[in-house]
């Protein structure tokens, strides 16, 4: 829980650039750099995805690990202001999405941790991903 | 392991339309059907995400579920002509990463399977990153 406060705050330090393509290549920068934080600890983030696995049977734990999660719920009521600030037009979904996908691209980093030829690049993705998303007026009080 | 194979058939007898970005679509959407084939097996998935996480800390059967295995090696080098065949000037990292992104977000989606609210939308993302590739000859015989 800690790592997703740190994370909306190290976001919330940083000045989008004026350039708007340089805005989405700042923007993915910090969120592959909160991947790697994540994966520096390899055995928690093996632990976390174990442990989500092995509730998905277990329906109340399940619903607070994923759906119903206060952290999840959180993160993702910032993540359209943080998209905003970076010039995205952001919808409740997009928000989701993103940090949806950063979820999914930490997984696969963590489950091939050990093999250097399979690493997924998390920064490309994220940003061909932001790339596509609608583009608006940039927000300064997101 | 019949998945993947069948996957490759299936997209083997599908012919490109000449459209260069209808043509990523109709790829895109069809790496979305084989994730939905895979989630139609929501217990199969949860069993092979569950174990690929247990087994990474023993290391040799950890290689044969995901660097070694003999099915990731296979799918790995096919999956660069499939880019080609719909015009996509594909490296084998190309190729890999496609395959990998596809598992990342059918570990999202089978994580997730129990909210209708968190399902990661598995064809935009992916189209998404066909977008960033680099177009090429599209070739025939691939």
Same mark, same amino acid.
């Given at each position: 829980m800690a790592d997703l406060h740190r994370f909306f705050d190290n976001v919330a330090r940083i000045e989008p650039i004026s350039d708007p393509d340089g805005r989405l290549r700042q923007l993915a920068r910090v969120i592959a750099d909160f991947a790697d934080s994540l994966l520096a600890r390899p055995a928690d983030m093996r632990a976390r995805y174990a442990l989500a696995m092995d509730f998905l049977e277990a329906d109340p734990l399940s619903d607070l690990l994923s759906a119903q999660s206060p952290l999840l719920a959180d993160s993702f009521s910032r993540a359209p202001d943080l998209l905003r600030r970076f010039g995205i037009a952001a919808t409740p979904a997009h928000g989701r999405d993103i940090m949806l996908l950063t979820d999914a691209l930490t997984f696969s980093r963590t489950l091939h941790a /050990? /093999?250097? =030829? #399979? =690493? #997924?690049d998390v920064e490309g993705v994220v940003l061909s991903h932001l790339r596509s998303l609608p583009t608006g007026a940039v927000s300064d009080d997101a």
């Open positions: /050990s /093999s250097p =030829q #399979l =690493q #997924l």
